[in-house]
């Protein structure tokens, strides 16, 4: 089982168990006005037979139930080996940003389901024996998830981007868990 089908195994059990054991308990977010939440999660990338795992976080504003923005930073956590044509290759993602229009579907009083359309920057390094190359990738970034909080202001959060690097550099998909707090 790869790392990506055990992240949305565990969080769909996640998501069941909290669904089936605190519906009636569990206080619905307000949407009313505009609204602030963060979030914080891993995330894992994966391109061309590199497998990057990410430490990722995220400040957002809702305006009201179905419109809202984001900024999100990732840093990597480990170095992957892929093979460019032959050539084995070290890669280590330094850090990721990325801007965000959102857009929300209430499926329930405590879940959403979300779209997500921005752009980011992504800094890599590169190396093989005797060279080291860093450089920045811009991407466009398009995906969507779902979210489902326990009460007014907890709740877990798992999306999947896709990034379409800019220049001809392989394109990223990116599967991410995470714990989202309304302020």
Same mark, same amino acid.
């Given at each position: 089982?790869?790392?990506?089908?055990?992240?949305?195994?565990?969080?769909?059990?996640? &998501?069941?168990?909290?669904?089936?054991?605190?519906?009636?308990?569990?206080?619905?977010?307000? +949407?009313?006005?505009? =609204? +602030? +939440?963060?979030?914080? !999660?891993?995330?894992?990338?994966?391109?061309?037979?590199?497998?990057?795992?990410?430490?990722?976080?995220?400040? !957002?504003?809702?305006? &009201?139930?179905?419109?809202? !923005? @984001?900024? @999100?930073?990732?840093? &990597?956590?480990? =170095? $992957? $080996?892929?093979?460019?044509?032959?050539?084995?290759?070290?890669?280590?993602?330094?850090?990721?940003?990325?801007?965000?229009?959102?857009?929300?579907?209430?499926?329930?009083?405590?879940?959403?389901?979300?779209?997500?359309?921005?752009?980011?920057?992504?800094?890599?390094?590169? $190396?093989?024996?005797?060279?080291?190359?860093?450089?920045?990738? %811009?991407?466009?970034?398009?995906?969507?998830?779902?979210?489902?909080?326990?009460?007014?202001?907890?709740?877990?959060?798992?999306?999947?981007?896709?990034?379409?690097?800019?220049? !001809?550099?392989?394109?990223?998909?990116?599967?991410?868990?995470?714990?989202? %707090?309304?302020?």
């Amino acid at each position: 089982m790869t790392m990506r089908m055990k992240l949305l195994a565990a969080a769909a059990l996640a &998501g069941v168990s909290a669904a089936w054991v605190t519906p009636a308990a569990a206080a619905a977010p307000n +949407y009313s006005g505009v =609204t +602030y +939440y963060g979030d914080l !999660g891993y995330a894992n990338a994966a391109d061309s037979g590199a497998d990057i795992s990410m430490l990722t976080g995220t400040i !957002g504003a809702r305006v &009201g139930k179905y419109l809202g !923005g @984001e900024f @999100e930073v990732s840093t &990597g956590l480990n =170095t $992957s $080996s892929a093979s460019v044509s032959g050539i084995p290759v070290k890669l280590k993602m330094n850090e990721e940003g990325a801007l965000y229009l959102v857009g929300y579907a209430p499926v329930a009083p405590n879940a959403d389901l979300f779209a997500k359309l921005g752009f980011g920057g992504t800094n890599v390094t590169a $190396s093989v024996p005797g060279l080291k190359v860093s450089g920045e990738d %811009r991407s466009v970034n398009f995906g969507g998830g779902g979210q489902y909080f326990f009460d007014a202001h907890n709740g877990v959060r798992l999306e999947y981007i896709y990034h379409s690097v800019t220049g !001809g550099d392989p394109n990223i998909s990116t599967v991410s868990i995470s714990y989202v %707090r309304n302020f």
